[in-house]
């Protein structure tokens, strides 16, 4: 069982926490007699099955996940039948243990929240209708998450942070900035006109093998790209930051992929390596990537906190910008990130790596924050489906690129 701490007991009663925390010490669970909320949270969106049991206060009472990146490693990326398979191996198993850890009786639930949107199509398939059959045995209110506001809103379970906030949301799947007004009210600023950051790293980690490398063999992409990088020279080639000349806030990693992959080309035919072996000079190609991307982020996220500052949606000072999402664990890019913060006094806040990546804790407490609102509770669940594609929020990010916002040039020493 794990509790996480919380700066702050902002959604709380001191007194009752004390005696909780007094009735836990004799492994007794109060349930739903101190506790009027609790909810089990189920994520499968893409290729991880995840649940855990929160509670009210943000208390993970159990948590369990299964991870495929290492079967999808050895295949070269994600193949939906075989990620569905692993999630129908898996799911019973998982909230089983997620369930057992938080030792509390299912009739306690308040609810049940899973992923429904936006993800892989058999991989959301397999969370829902094992979800629909649970909430018919348990006859418990159903929550339906959408994935990305669950990355938004993780940081309210670790941090106190009230609306409203500026959220950079960058994992494997998606790219996007969103001013968060509440719970469900979110204003869209710009996304990724191609692919995520995070399926750009995977990608160049596989066009560099990264698999055969011995320090990097399990590791996801991004992470691989990460450790590599700590080693290498971030200025061994240059690469234009994409989308230089517009000023909004939209996003492009596709360029810089391709432009890694000639390089890449180019480095082998020098050092007479067939692909499918580890260049010498990976380490310094992992460094560059990494700093442009990290760059492009800033830039982009710079704009964004000089809009909405410009249209007051953002206070002058102290305003919090988060990160989350998979990309968001990388200590360089949070790094970079800092600098903006501290040149535009703002707060840079990002959840724990663990809680960036997809996890069911951030379902859990989605479904706690919706609760908690009265946002989207259903008690019938007659044709509830899954949305393999679904945006974040009203859409402004025409207006932000007609503002054309200049933003000045920051000193990146990271
Ligand atoms: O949020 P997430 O677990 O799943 C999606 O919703 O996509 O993000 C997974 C992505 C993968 O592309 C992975 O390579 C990347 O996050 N990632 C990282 C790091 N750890 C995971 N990227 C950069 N640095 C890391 N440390
Ligand atoms: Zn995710």
Known sequence: MLILNKTAGVFFKPSKRKVYEFLRSFNFHPGTLFLHKIVLGIETSCDDT??????????????????????????????????????????????????SASRISPSDLSAIATTIKPGLALSL???????????????????????????????????KVEFPFLVLLISGGHCLLALVQGVSDFLLLGKSLDIAPGDMLDKVARRLSLIKHPECSTMSGGKAIEHLAKQGNRFYFDIKPPLHRAKNCDFSFTGLQQVTNKRIMKKEKEEGIEEGQVLSSAADIAATVQHTMACHIVKRTHRAILFCKQRDLLPQNNAVL??????????????????LTNATQCTLLCPPPRLCTDNGIMIAWNGIERL???????????????????????????????????????KMEI
């Open 372 to 410: 908690r609102a009265g946002l989207g509770i259903l008690h019938d669940i007659e044709g509830i489906r899954y949305e393999p594609k679904c945006p974040l929020g009203v859409d402004i990010s025409k207006e932000v690129g007609e503002a054309a916002i200049e933003v000045p040039q920051l």
């Open 125 to 159: 398939g397999v969370g829902l209708s094992f979800s629909l059959q649970l909430v018919g045995q348990l006859k418990k209110p159903f929550i339906p998450i959408h994935h990305m506001e669950a990355h938004a809103l993780t940081i309210r379970l670790t941090n």
């Open 322 to 339: 988060v990160a989350s999402g998979g990309v968001a664990s990388n200590f360089y890019v949070r790094r970079a990130l800092e600098i």
């Open 50 to 99: 995840a649940a855990a049991v929160v509670d009210e206060t943000g208390n993970v009472l159990g948590e369990a996940i299964h991870s495929q990146t290492e079967v999808h490693l050895k295949t070269g990326g994600i193949v939906p039948a075989v990620a569905q398979q692993l999630h129908r191996d898996n799911i019973q198993r998982i909230v089983q243990e997620a369930l």
